[in-house]
């Protein structure tokens, strides 16, 4: 009755997963995507970011190496050569997309798919039919209106500047915000960050917040409660102005103040397919839409805006639909990090959230300075923060900041899915001497 058993709309993360796991339970599937494969994470997002991460990371290395007897000047930064190293690796990334999707037997079209009934749907002129329908087309960077504000620049273009900005300002509190303002501090650009709020990374751990709020000062100027409100193309660059009265003259504004799902033009005025007021589209535990058949995963469905949680959620119903499961997927204790200067880690609950939920918790903290710095003299500050529920032992979050906070978390989030108690925690014998062992170190709780 049918063209194919599954059609997928995006190419991201969520979406080659469920195709892939889908063709390999024997059904027949394509996909469409009409930009990049990979879709934000592996174009535009987590890859190409972490790459200019660790870019940024190195002339903190040269510096703090002087104290280590290494006596020579911090090199001369090339952007281009990091950008087109970086474009080299993003292109073959694509190509092995291309490849896995080829190898499952996916067929794969080049183009905005659009759907234009229950089972039907349209790409480059084409008219598909599908048993199931699947949105994967995630979200899109945001940028709200005002004067100027076509003169600002997202996540979408900030990797492939033709010129290096000696300059710039970062307007957002989220984490996309914070990496990126380290990301062109640690370069070498005199970086701002302007953000409405008192502190960014709003849905965070308070204490993990403030500590990162000291931490991205030494390196970043951090502006809150400050709102811009024009900006103006001079001859000196960019002329910004704040709502407050003050301005600034800089290279380069970029804007990562939140993403929006990614539903333009894909016809969902012509299926049942509802939305919440942000745009988000609205599915039930097993991901299928307010439409029986049309089913959607990822950012475009708001859950977690992570690359893991979208492949995972691509699984489950890649089993449900043709192996004929009942699978679900368990949010609870999902892993993050921010790759900021330093890095955030965390996982499970906040101390904030564990308080609305619990009648008791003990919280058990570490703040100290790395071994590395003691010989470096960076003044740099590693934290870290455990918390318990008191009438059951059970670790309800761990939180960190630090270097490698993210390598040293997804460790104990495997922990965490297991259940692990206080006392576990405090029966683990440390690797000494490493930053994780005060993990499995700290006995004495926080007064309250």
């Given amino acids: 009755m049918f063209d194919y058993d599954l059609f997928v709309i995006g190419a991201g993360s969520g979406g080659v997963r469920a195709a892939r796991m889908s063709a390999g339970y024997g059904a027949k599937v394509a996909i469409a995507e009409d930009r990049y494969m990979g879709g934000t994470c592996v174009n535009v997002g987590c890859v190409p970011k972490k790459l200019y991460t660790y870019a940024a990371h190195f ?71 599908a048993k199931y329908i699947l949105i994967a087309t995630g979200g899109w960077p945001f940028v709200p209106e005002f004067p100027g ?62 500590k990162l709020f000291v931490e991205s000062q030494r390196h970043i100027d951090m502006k809150m409660n400050s709102n811009v409100s024009s900006i103006e193309k001079t001859a000196d660059g960019l002329h910004v102005t704040f709502a407050e009265g003050d301005d600034m003259i800089v290279d380069c504004v970029l804007y990562a103040t939140g993403r929006k799902p990614n539903t333009r033009d894909l016809g969902l005025e012509h299926t049942g397919v509802t939305t919440h007021k942000n745009g988000t589209i609205i599915v039930d535990e097993f991901y299928e839409t307010t439409e029986p058949g049309i089913y959607a995963l990822g950012d475009v469905v708001g859950h977690m805006a992570l690359t ?18 009942r699978k679900t997927l368990n949010y609870a204790n999902i892993a993050t990090a921010v790759f900021s200067h330093p890095n955030v880690g965390t996982v499970g609950l906040t101390e904030e959230q564990a308080l609305e939920k619990h009648s008791t918790v003990l919280v058990f903290e570490s703040d100290f300075k790395h071994l590395k710095h003691t010989l470096s003299g960076n003044p740099e500050r590693t934290y870290m923060k455990i918390i318990v529920d008191e009438a059951s032992d059970r ?54």
């Fill in 308 to 325: 893991p949680v979208a492949t995972a959620e691509g699984m489950v119903l890649a089993s449900n639909l043709f192996k004929h499961t």
């Fill in 149 to 210: 504000s076509e003169l600002a620049l997202t996540s979408n273009e900030i990797f492939d500047l033709p010129e290096f900005p000696a300059t710039i300002l970062v307007v957002g509190g989220g984490y996309i915000a914070l990496e990126f303002a380290g990301i062109f501090a640690g370069l070498g650009s005199k970086t701002t960050l302007s953000y409405r709020g008192d502190i960014p990374l709003r849905h965070f751990d308070k204490d993990v917040r403030e």
């Fill in 395 to 448: 670790v309800l979050g761990m939180h960190m900041m630090g270097a490698d906070a993210g390598e040293i978390i997804q460790g104990f989030a495997a922990a965490m899915q297991c259940g692990i108690t206080k006392a576990q925690l405090n029966a683990t014998i440390g690797i000494h001497p490493t930053a994780a062992e005060e993990f499995v170190t700290m006995r004495q709780a926080r007064a309250s």
């Fill in 59 to 129: 002339s903190q290395a040269c510096g703090d190496s002087r104290g280590f007897g290494w006596q020579s000047d911090i090199p001369a930064f090339d952007w281009h050569i990091l950008r087109d190293n970086k474009t080299r690796e993003i292109s073959r990334l694509n190509g092995i997309y291309d490849q896995l999707l080829d190898g499952s037997g996916v067929t794969v079209f080049d183009g905005r798919a659009a759907i234009i009934g229950k089972h039907t749907i349209t790409v480059n002129g084409q008219s598909i039919t």
